[in-house]
């Protein structure tokens, strides 16, 4: 017998090996080996199994076998195919993405000392341990008042040893000593579990009969579930959960942000218990090893987590769940293969003859698209659940501010710091969104007018005030402000211009000294469970102010949060992409669905500078059906998406001159253009260098109505671009192939 094997490199070769007879019966496709690989060992998987080799060289045998489970299931495997098919990425890269890093399922938890309470002690005992051996007498107390047994170790703060403590304890029938398992846990990751008694109105009735109908059938589906903010979307995805579950099969909800997890993991885990498992890049190695191992062992019939989880090996999967499935972060862009999760999610649901919910309050533009073309079946909730109003929303423009109070570049208007006043008098929270972090994204030269720029990249370098840092927003770079001077005249005369969260929040806290202001982004944020504490504690009431990116933008149901502040709506606006006005509005809107949950209503303060743009005037109506009307008519005078299938080519590399060439030979070289197909470039990206690589595009569109399903554009793709790296090599550099691409800068 004799297996084809994928390794983990840029090339779409694989390379025959012999199966030694005592792993013939072992060996699969989706099987991880270890096999000779040039002068050394490496780790590759099995794509085809042989019973004879044409190959006329010497073959050699696989060395092992590296896992001794299955964690590629059949199903799994018709996926990675699949992805590597359409992306045009070799499969042994797609394995390497589809699993954990360092997977290793002969992980098995360790065993620790664990001890609960036994005693039934008198008052006059207790006193006597107490006075004569103190520590034991408080490892008991600790023992005896918490609810669950303990680990050991634990108790280290009052004791060096508190195993011998503990011992002690058990010979006077104390205490229960014993070992276990000490599993992984990802509690810390999720909020207490939540139980809420939901009684689902007409519209909520409608929905989850339309699901329950679907995974009858036990056919593919595709959803789209549109419901305003509020409208209790997370109920809907219990109980089609709970019902998918009857029937002996399993789910995966997938969210955009990891802040997003704690709360939805928290209502799950009231409902589903140890059913659920979570998934997302916070996990360290040891929780993912034993959490993939569980889930092919069938120990977990739900998962829920951020785009990798689409991809867990979840047998007999019924139901796939996209929340806020607009949302950019669903989209890998780097490295290989650059895959859209919701894309994934639609043909894993095909596959597995699932149901596929695409759910948000506002829709991705390609989704309601092909809702109005009846590619998706279209679920409505049109009101917020309870009763609750959609919240008052405030309009101010900043240039009539600035003209009013003569304080230019004043980040807090008058309206959004009394409307704060309030709230704080009233003990409700605020919400605020300033969706850039840092202090201060451009420093300016006071005497030349010179940007401060990153060395690796053309983009303005961002100031920290908490590290007293410039770091660069896109390759991570940093400096030290200390001894920074302008580049070009020396001068020390810096300016600090613009807006981040650092500068938001120091200005806050100096206005409103008396309130307690917590700060949620990149920088706060460099753990699952810093984020979870900081959500719990606003969830609590322990915050007054929240403050943060987009991470707190969406999603996220705080009851006593009845304002949200947008302080630079205008953010990301102009950019030269014929999303951004999309993204804008989606921002707004879902920033402005925090607001007033309950029975107060809410109300929003939207600041811009921009006050007469459309997608602007729209959000803050909250009327998302005015402006995709709007925005559709403008794709479909342009040719954009959803009127077009979309690809994008990326030339990178260190040599300026030779990427540009290149561009243009490889523009030159096309075969096969087609009516329909039209070509955009080559041209330098918007930002044209970045983490010291210079970039040049090719933009191709394909007009659905000569291109329907795309293949035209895949094909010609494929027969241009299949084998570029080999064709035309770029030293130092590489050519990036984009299917669908989210952005075009």
Not at 16 to 28: E, G, H, M, R, T
Not at 121 to 138: F, G, I, M, N, V
Not at 317 to 330: A, K, N, T, W, Y
């Amino acid at each position: 017998m004799f297996a084809e094997v994928a390794f983990p490199i840029s090339n779409f070769q694989t390379f025959s090996y012999s199966i030694p007879n005592d792993l013939i019966k072992k060996v699969q496709i989706g099987s991880r080996v270890i096999a000779p690989f040039g002068n050394r060992s490496s780790q590759g998987i099995v794509v085809n199994l042989l019973k004879e080799n044409s190959y006329k060289g010497k073959i050699k045998p696989i060395s092992s076998l590296v896992d001794d489970i299955q964690v590629v299931t059949p199903g799994l495997w018709k996926l990675i195919s699949w992805i590597s098919d359409y992306y045009m990425t070799p499969l042994g890269q797609v394995t390497k993405t589809v699993l954990p890093t360092n997977l290793s399922t002969r992980y098995s938890p360790s065993k620790n000392w664990f001890v609960e309470s036994s005693y039934s002690a008198d008052q006059d005992t207790l006193e006597k341990l107490k006075k004569r051996a103190p520590k034991q007498y408080l490892i008991l107390k600790k023992i005896h008042d918490s609810k669950s047994c303990l680990k050991v170790s634990s108790l280290k703060i009052y004791s060096s040893n508190p195993l011998q403590i503990c011992r002690a304890l058990k010979k006077n029938n104390f205490v229960t000593l014993f070992k276990k398992s000490s599993i992984p846990s990802t509690d810390g990751f999720a909020f207490d579990p939540v139980e809420k008694k939901i009684d689902f109105n007409q519209h909520q009735e409608k929905v989850t009969n339309a699901i329950k109908d679907s995974l009858n059938r036990k056919s593919y589906e595709p959803f789209l579930l549109h419901g305003v903010t509020g409208s209790g979307k997370t109920e809907i995805y219990i109980d089609a959960v709970r019902y998918c579950l009857s029937q002996g099969r399993t789910a995966i909800i997938l969210l955009p942000e990891i802040s997003l997890t704690p709360q939805i993991a928290g209502r799950f885990r009231s409902v589903f218990g140890d059913a659920i498992t979570l998934w997302h890049s916070k996990l360290t190695q040891r929780q993912r090893s034993w959490i993939w191992k569980e889930i092919c062992e069938g120990s977990f019939k739900v998962v829920i987590g951020a785009r990798s989880a689409v991809f867990t090996p979840l047998k007999n999967l019924g139901l796939i769940v996209i929340d806020e499935e607009q949302e950019s972060s669903f989209r890998q862009d780097s490295p290989m293969p650059r895959y859209h999760a919701r894309d994934v999610a639609l043909i894993r649901g095909k596959q597995s003859k699932a149901a596929v919910i695409l759910s948000s309050a506002t829709p991705s533009l390609e989704s309601y698209y092909n809702h109005l073309h009846k590619k998706l079946n279209y679920l409505y909730l049109p009101e917020r659940y309870g009763g609750a109003k959609y919240p008052i929303v405030h309009l101010v423009d900043m240039l009539e501010e600035q003209n009013d109070t003569g304080k230019f570049g004043q980040i807090i208007s008058g309206l959004l710091q009394d409307k704060i006043e309030d709230r704080l008098k009233k003990n409700e929270q605020v919400i605020l969104l300033q969706n850039r972090r840092g202090f201060s994204p451009i420093i300016r030269c006071g005497d030349c007018g010179q940007i401060i720029m990153c060395f690796n990249c053309n983009v303005a370098i961002s100031y920290h005030l908490k590290t007293n840092n410039l770091i660069c927003h896109f390759c991570g770079s940093k400096k030290e402000i200390q001894n920074q001077n302008c580049i070009d005249c020396n001068s020390k005369n810096l300016i600090y211009s613009g807006t981040g969260t650092q500068k938001v929040e120091l200005l806050i806290k100096e206005t409103f000294p008396k309130a307690r202001v917590k700060r949620l982004d990149m920088d706060t944020s460099s753990s699952g469970g810093s984020i979870t504490n900081i959500l719990k504690e606003f969830n609590n009431g322990e915050i007054d102010i929240l403050l943060g990116t987009q991470m707190i933008a969406k999603g996220l149901d705080f009851p006593n949060a009845t304002l949200v502040g947008i302080i630079n709506a205008d953010q990301g606006l102009y950019l030269p992409d014929f999303r951004a006005g999309e993204r804008i509005f989606q921002l707004i809107y879902q920033a402005s669905g925090r607001s007033g949950r309950r029975s107060k209503q809410g109300e929003v303060v939207i600041q811009t500078y921009s006050s007469e743009n459309p997608v602007i005037k729209s959000a803050a109506k909250l009327n998302m059906v005015e402006y995709y009307k709007i925005a559709l008519k403008e794709r479909e005078e342009l040719d954009y998406p959803p009127f077009s299938w979309l690809a994008k080519i990326e030339i990178i590399g260190t040599n300026q001159d030779e990427i540009s060439k290149l561009a243009y030979d490889l523009s030159k070289s096309l075969n096969g253009v087609y009516k329909g197909l039209s070509i955009l470039g080559p041209a330098p990206c918007y930002l044209e260098k970045l983490r010291n690589n210079f970039r040049f595009q090719i933009i191709f569109k394909s007009i659905k109505t000569y291109d329907p399903n795309g293949k035209k554009l895949h094909s010609f793709i494929k027969h241009n671009f299949g084998n570029t790296n080999k064709k035309h090599p770029v030293s130092k550099g590489r050519i990036n192939v984009h299917f669908d691409p989210l952005s075009l800068i």
